[in-house]
């Protein structure tokens, strides 16, 4: 009995032949019987061979990884995949392995970014008070040279020490001192009380003949003579302040945790009177 030749019959297809998907139109036709499914048919294609793509491009890139990993292991422990060979492809594989190198330089970086900018922030605010306080030693010598500024005097004391407080509220009223001194000239702010030089060192020693040009019976450094004088008068405004600072930074690296921070003016009283001379004394020991 002749057998007749097997033909493929729909939803068939011969060996080594394409699939009937692979020779579907590369356009839709509107009309044609079986677009959809035929559009169907392509986008499953294209998804399974970007699948497959994807899976061959993974495991190429682990065989690659696994093949530098296992580069410096002899062959012979390889091949024998003892436990000896998996522990030297483990180890190679931690210690060329990144994860985590970031936390390590940041534990490192981070000690100097955090003292860097504490050091910034305490400095500013140190500048900040400075440049309040030099402000209101300005406005207290202005107000002291007023003929009221005698009667006003611990008032405005007072307004310095609350300008300064209102920066650094933690400053009590005994670490804010305020010096107040005049003269008749400005040539004579910051000048000493002449004496004899007997020894010729420079120097005022006990019992050398001075004279005292301040009325305080004893040789001064400088000839100004205590409070805000009178008119006319030449006053030298000096408030000093000592304060911890904000951050312990200092401490830390050795420095003093303690800081100073000074503002001077120097002014004319108002003409609210005729200036009164002084009266130089010869003192000797």
């Not at 006319?232 to 408030?239: E, K, N, P």
Request: some cysteine; aromatic content about 6%.
């Amino acid at each position: 009995m002749d057998r007749q030749p097997h033909r493929a019959g729909v939803g068939q297809h011969r060996r080594g032949s394409r699939p009937p998907h692979a020779a579907l139109p590369r356009r839709l036709r509107c009309g044609e019987g079986g677009g959809l499914h035929d559009l169907g048919d392509r986008l499953r294609v294209r998804a399974h061979e970007r699948d497959a793509g994807l899976r061959d491009r993974t495991t190429c890139l682990l065989l690659e990884r696994l093949r530098r990993t296992a580069r410096d292991v002899p062959l012979h422990r390889l091949a024998s995949g003892g436990l000896e060979a998996r522990r030297m492809i483990r180890s190679r594989s931690l210690r060329r392995d990144t994860t985590g190198v970031t936390i390590v330089e940041f534990a490192i970086v981070a000690p100097v970014l955090l003292a860097l900018i504490f050091g910034i922030l305490d400095l500013g605010h140190g500048l900040y008070m400075r440049s309040v306080l030099q402000g209101a030693v300005q406005d207290a010598g202005r107000d002291a040279g007023l003929e009221s500024g005698q009667a006003a005097q611990a008032d405005i004391d007072a307004s310095v020490k609350a300008s300064v407080q209102a920066v650094m509220p933690f400053i009590p009223d005994e670490d804010i001192a305020i010096e107040r001194s005049n003269y008749q000239a400005f040539s004579d702010v910051g000048t000493p009380e002449d004496f004899d030089d007997t020894n010729g060192n420079d120097t005022y020693d006990a019992g050398e003949c001075f004279t005292d040009q301040n009325g305080n019976a004893q040789w001064d450094s400088d000839v100004g003579a205590a409070g805000l004088g009178g008119a006319d008068d030449i006053v030298h405004y000096q408030v000093t302040v000592t304060y911890d600072r904000i951050f312990p930074l200092w401490s830390m690296i050795g420095l003093p945790q303690q800081d100073t921070a000074q503002a001077t003016t120097v002014m004319r009283n108002q003409p609210f009177g005729v200036q009164e001379g002084r009266t130089s004394v010869r003192v000797c020991p």
